[in-house]
C-alpha cells in the first residue's frame, strides 16, 4: 500500500483510539492537525478519499462544520485488519 494508503489507515486508527462515532465528530481541520506539519496536506488527501470510499468506515457528518466520525468502532477494526495493520492496543479482537 502506498504512502496515502498508509495515511488513510493512519486517520482511521487515530479516530478508532479517539473513539470517533456516533454523535462524536470531529472535524477535518482537527484530525489533520493531529498530523507532523509537514503531512498535513497529505492526511487531508487521504481523508478526501477516505469518505468517498464506499466500503470505507469513515463518514462526513452533516452540519455546516466540514467534520467526519466512523460509522462504528468494529467496522474500524475490520478495516484496519483487511489492509493487514495490526490493532492498536487495547482494540484486539
Known amino acids: 500500500m502506498g504512502d496515502i494508503g498508509e495515511l488513510k489507515l493512519d486517520v482511521v486508527e487515530h479516530l478508532m483510539r ?11 481541520d482537527t484530525v489533520v492537525n493531529w498530523f507532523a506539519s509537514h503531512r498535513q496536506g497529505e492526511a ?25 466520525k466512523l460509522t462504528s468502532i468494529e467496522d474500524a477494526k475490520q478495516y484496519l485488519v483487511d489492509s493487514d495493520r495490526e490493532l492498536p492496543w487495547g482494540f484486539e479482537r
Open 18 to 28: 479517539k473513539k470517533v462515532t456516533g454523535g462524536h465528530n470531529k472535524t477535518v
Open 44 to 68: 487531508r488527501d487521504a481523508i478526501d478519499e477516505l469518505v468517498a470510499e464506499p466500503e470505507s468506515p469513515v463518514v462526513r457528518y452533516g452540519g455546516q462544520r466540514d467534520a467526519i
